[in-house]
């Protein structure tokens, strides 16, 4: 038993130090490559995630295995923290999304995107230009809007059920009253020189630009973070009950550790 904590502690290590290996030749190999700005985003955090796991990993190890209290205290000190991190991002990130939904359009199979429905925190994380301009070049990346093209009839489209971002991106809002052309492609009425809805002006017809920078897209952005974050935070849960067992299982070997060290001295000074 007192070997057996350090020895899972040692196992668990061994495997995320081989899971940070990929992660880490993932983000390298993805920062070479990188040409836009939606992977240049991804590469940095995706690199940091990798040198942490590597970093905890072989302190882990060398901490469990040595039966070094020093660094299995630094370990268990990192866990504890990580623990209390994700607890907090948890239940931030729900209260965060908590508010929000897309609007039914009457005659439409898809729903409407406004800005305004979200937390402010997220608005204005979504307003914040350079934010918006690495998750616009993910957008673009992604080709959602051109997955549309379909050269469907204008009834044919108006009943896709559309993604909140292929409805809040790639088309013009619904009461801007533009005539449909093809799925990307809208012309303004006659006449038309600007409107009280922000994202009419916005609109473009340059298939790089179409309504990648209105309120609308950012507004599909957020729904989607919404819908997805059930997702994650079941993962996030799951991950948070293998954080606290593992950590339990630290606590057991760096007791362990302390205990032997203290058998060891004492045979030292009485052999
Ligand atoms: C669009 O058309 C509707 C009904 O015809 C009208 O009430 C609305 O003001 C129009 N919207 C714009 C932006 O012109
Ligand atoms: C959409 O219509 C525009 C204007 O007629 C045209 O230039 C474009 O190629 C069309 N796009 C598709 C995918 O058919």
Known sequence: MVRFSNNLI??????????????????????????????????GPIIAIGVFLLLVSIVGIVGACCRNSCLLW???????ILI????????????????GAGDAVSGRGFKEYRLGDYS??????????????????????SDVCQSLQKNESFNQFVNNNLSPIQSGCCKPPTDCNFTYVNETYWNKPAGFTSSDIQDCNTW????????????????????????????????NIIFLIFLIIVYSIGCCAFRNNRKDNSYTGYNKAYP
């Open 84 to 99: 209390i991190l994700l607890f907090c991002f948890t239940i931030f990130a729900f209260v965060v999304t908590n508010k």
């Open 10 to 43: 040692g196992f668990l290590n061994i495997i995320t130090l081989l899971l940070s290996i990929p992660i880490l030749s993932g983000g390298i190999w993805l920062g070479r490559r990188a040409s836009t700005d939606c992977e240049k985003f991804l590469q």
């Open 74 to 80: 630094i370990y268990l000190l990192v866990m504890f």
């Open 120 to 141: 402010n925190w997220l608005q204005k994380r979504m307003e914040n230009s350079k934010n918006w301009r690495r998750i616009r070049s993910c957008i673009q990346d």
């Open 204 to 235: 473009s017809n340059d298939q790089s630009a179409l309504c990648y920078d209105c309120q609308s897209c950012r507004a599909g952005v957020l729904a989607n973070i919404k819908n997805d974050w059930k997702k994650v935070a079941i993962v």
